[in-house]
């Protein structure tokens, strides 16, 4: 069974500056996907950013960057110049490639707490 | 709709109480599924459907909790006989068929509380 790791429970980043979360995950398959959640207070989940495994060239969105090792099954997510909207819950979760059965869901880690400081 | 609609947003019950927590996905949303969130944790899977059909349930942590998605639109998580630990946020969310790129969107949850 897959497993999403986040290891920092919470972080804290000056206003502007930049900010890595760490995430790494556990699978015996080769194709699937990867992706950042973002939850901030009102507790809504969105879409930060999205990684096919296929590919090597890390997903960028704006400010949100990947840094995609597929052989160290590491997916970390640095967001440039912090601004107070980025405070929020972060979560990483993987998706496998296969169709149907219980491959269709998302595996989501216990999450990263990130502060951001004016 | 235009996002994923969850009702009711807010459910304080007395334990033992029966609750039925609904979804309205995406239209042309094939896929369906339920997550629990617990204060401070991510969310954990429940259960999905492809259509009407439901094809993993293997999260529902016990036979208390079911769901039905009859027509293949609406789904209904139903809770019987409840706990205070049912106690959480259950979100919904939809996606076109299947798994691989297709981006899960969330609706805002249905917040239980169990007294």
């Known amino acids: 069974a897959q497993t999403v790791t986040q290891s920092q429970p919470e972080m804290s980043v000056q206003e502007a500056e930049t900010v890595t979360l760490s995430c790494t995950y556990d699978?015996?398959?080769?194709?699937?996907?990867l992706f950042w959640y973002k939850q901030p207070p009102s507790r809504q989940m969105i879409l930060v950013i999205r990684?096919?495994?296929?590919?090597?060239q890390n997903a960028t969105e704006n400010r949100f960057s990947v840094n995609f090792q597929k052989a160290a099954k590491s997916f970390s997510l640095k967001i440039s110049d912090s601004q107070l909207g980025d405070a929020a819950m972060y979560f990483c979760?993987?998706?496998?490639?296969?169709?149907?059965?219980?491959?269709?869901?998302?595996?989501f880690g216990k999450g990263t707490k990130l502060s951001v400081k004016p | 709709g235009a996002g994923v609609s969850q009702s009711p947003r807010y459910k304080v019950t007395k334990r033992g109480q029966d609750v039925a927590l609904r979804c309205d996905p995406i239209s042309g949303h094939v896929s369906l599924y339920w997550y629990r969130q617990a204060l401070g944790q991510g969310p954990e899977f429940l259960t999905y459907?492809?259509?009407?059909?439901?094809?993993?349930k293997s999260g529902l942590p016990n036979d208390r909790f079911s769901a039905e998605r009859p027509e293949g639109s609406i789904s209904t998580l139903t809770i019987q006989r409840t706990e205070q630990r049912d106690s959480a946020m259950y979100r919904c969310?939809?996606?076109?068929f299947g798994a691989g790129a297709n981006v899960l969107t969330f609706g805002a949850g249905s917040r239980l509380t169990v007294l």
């Open positions: 699978t015996s398959e080769s194709d699937y996907y």
């Open positions: 979760a993987y998706r496998s490639q296969n169709y149907g059965g219980s491959q269709g869901n998302l595996i």
């Open positions: 969310a939809s996606s076109l």
């Open positions: 990684q096919e495994a296929y590919k090597q």
């Open positions: 459907f492809n259509y009407e059909a439901q094809q993993d």
